[in-house]
């Protein structure tokens, strides 16, 4: 990590936290035999309370010249069930979006030890950049939004027209 720059202007940050949730239902049946009849049970549900997640991120700066970059830098936690505070997440998989509607990251990276993650971002014309960590079977997912305002160039040319002998241009 680089020493922290006063001449930036202030960050951007966020924090989003996950909310725990139920999701498997199953029933057992005993296949029928010479000596047995055939049987279910009726659906069990089976609840699952999955970790809570907690990404906490921000970005180097708030504006920024197109393809000047931008440094994403936060922290990743998790509670859970039996515990009272926040843990740090290590080796978690934190996830890049361009935008609300992407499906695919732009940028994968892991936590370290102590659940911190940083990834210089790519020179994109996004104004939202969607921060992901968490999931799978153990842990809920978390998500954040970080806007950014990026400055495109513009620049018009000169140009000329002439009229041909038959009036267009």
Known sequence: ???????????????????PRTRLSTWHWVQATPTTAQ????????????DPVQVTAQLSATKVNYGQPVTLTGTVTYTPQDAADPIALPNGTVSIYNGSTSTHPVALTMTNGSGQF???????????????????????????????DVIQPTSISPFSVRLSQYGVL
């Open 1 to 19: 990590h680089s020493p922290l720059n006063t001449q930036q202007p202030p960050s951007v940050s966020a924090t989003a936290t996950s909310k």
């Open 39 to 50: 049987a279910m049970s009726p659906p069990v549900l089976i609840s699952v309370n999955l």
């Open 118 to 148: 940083s990834v210089v971002l790519p020179a994109t014309p996004t104004a939202t950049w969607i921060v992901t960590a968490g999931g799978g079977i153990y842990l809920d997912l978390a998500k954040v939004s970080l806007p950014l």
